[in-house]
Structures are given as structure tokens and as C-alpha cells.
């Protein structure tokens, strides 16, 4: 009787974790919700500056179909060219 109780409650844990790991693989993720680059701490205070970004590849898109090495260039782009830039998502575009 006791190894029937086991195996019921092995189940019933083993089906809820299993649950609960496999819906966040399934889930889809709403790309509105993920942060957006923290800019302000790539802009210049001096306006003669040019901006040294890290030679790091971490791709953000932003809307105009754009893909950035990392949201450093996009930020710098986004600060010279016009807050008609915005970020989409973090990934490559399209």
C-alpha cells in the first residue's frame, strides 16, 4: 500500500513540474514587455564626444528595420539621428 502512495504522489509532482517547465518553453513572449536599452548612459555630455562602443555582438533591432551590434550603436544612432528610432526587440530583424 505504501509504494502505491509513492507512486501517486511521484506523479503528481513529476506532472507538475513537468507542467510548469514546459509551458515556458511553449509560451510565446510578448516582445512589448522586454526592457528597453538603458540609453541615457551611452549619450555624451560633451557634444564634440564620439562615442566608443564595446566591440560586443548582443543585436537589438529597432524599427526601422535596423539591426545594431548591440544597443550601445543603437542608442548612439538613436541620440545623432532622431527619437524617430525606436527599439523593437533584442535579436536580429526579420
Known sequence: M???SYTIIFF???STLAHTVFSEIFKPHDI???PKPPCKMYYSVDPSYTSQ???VTSY???TNGHTYQNECF???DQWEYGPHIK???Y???G
Open 12 to 14: 503528481l509532482a513529476s
Open 91 to 93: 535579436g536580429k530583424c
Open 32 to 34: 512589448n514587455k522586454w
Open 53 to 55: 562602443c564595446p566591440d
Open 2 to 4: 505504501a509504494a502505491f
Open 87 to 89: 527599439f523593437y526587440k
Open 74 to 76: 543603437f542608442c548612439v
Open 60 to 62: 537589438v533591432c529597432a
